[in-house]
């Protein structure tokens, strides 16, 4: 069964319009959270991550993400895009315990901004 | 300035070769990973090391081996037992608890097979 879902494979968005990528899970605990995001041919770079405290947590680059755990989820918000948020953006979750206490990917979000 | 180097940016591989892609960490870490991204499918663990001279298999590690003699080296060895090994590689390391700490990842080595 998928662990991590990200429903859109691919996002266009207008440069200063706003951003929402979803992040469902499945999980029977309070998960540890990331965001990840990914320019073409590159690494990945945390953008931010949760595990405890406020539900609300910020991240570099002015992306934000909300835990809700009545819904399952840590979307990711941005309330303007630029040009050079244009990437792909992954989700990852756990530790899950039936793949050996590691964490699982989202297919990843690409994301495009049309000026 | 510290981070993850990996090496070739691109490699070939002909059928039946074996090839070693290379990562080196200067961040001090101890675990470091060993990531296959195919477009699409987000990332799936090859192996991963939480300390020297140790190391576990992840999801896909069949056709795959690795070694970790240093602390700052995890090579990636892809044989010729890997039907379809054409893909992104991508190397990470974490400072503390392995999978609960945030990655650091390393530049990746495309890989593609003629």
């Known amino acids: 069964a998928q662990s991590v879902t990200q429903p859109d494979i691919h996002i266009t968005v207008s440069e200063g319009a706003s951003l929402e990528l979803r992040c469902n899970y499945s999980y029977g605990a309070t998960p540890y959270l990331f965001w990840y995001v990914q320019s073409p041919g590159q690494g990945l770079q945390l953008l931010l991550k949760?595990?405890?405290?406020?539900?609300l947590v910020q991240g570099i680059k002015g992306f934000e993400a909300e835990f809700k755990r009545s819904q399952s989820s840590f979307n990711l918000r941005k309330p303007s895009v630029h040009w050079s948020d244009a990437a792909e953006y992954f989700c990852a979750v756990g530790p899950y315990m039936e793949y050996g206490n590691k964490l699982v990917f989202g297919a990843g979000t690409i994301l495009r901004v049309k000026s | 300035d510290g981070g993850i180097t990996q090496s070739p940016k691109y490699l070939f591989r002909k059928e039946g070769q074996n090839v070693t892609l290379s990562c080196e960490q200067n961040?001090?870490?101890?675990?470091m990973y060993w990531y296959r991204q195919d477009p699409g499918q987000g990332l799936r663990l090859i192996y991963y090391s939480q300390i020297v001279n140790d190391f576990q298999k992840g999801d896909i590690a069949e056709g795959y081996s690795v070694s970790r003699e240093k602390k700052e080296s995890f090579p990636l060895t892809v044989t010729s037992a890997q039907k379809n090994p054409t893909a992104f590689y991508l190397c990470?390391?974490?400072?503390?608890?392995?999978?609960?700490?945030?990655?650091?990842f390393g530049p990746g080595t495309r890989l593609t097979v003629l």
């Open positions: 961040l001090n870490h101890d675990a």
């Open positions: 990470a390391s974490t400072p503390g608890q392995p999978f609960t700490d945030t990655q650091y």
């Open positions: 949760y595990f405890s405290g406020d539900t």
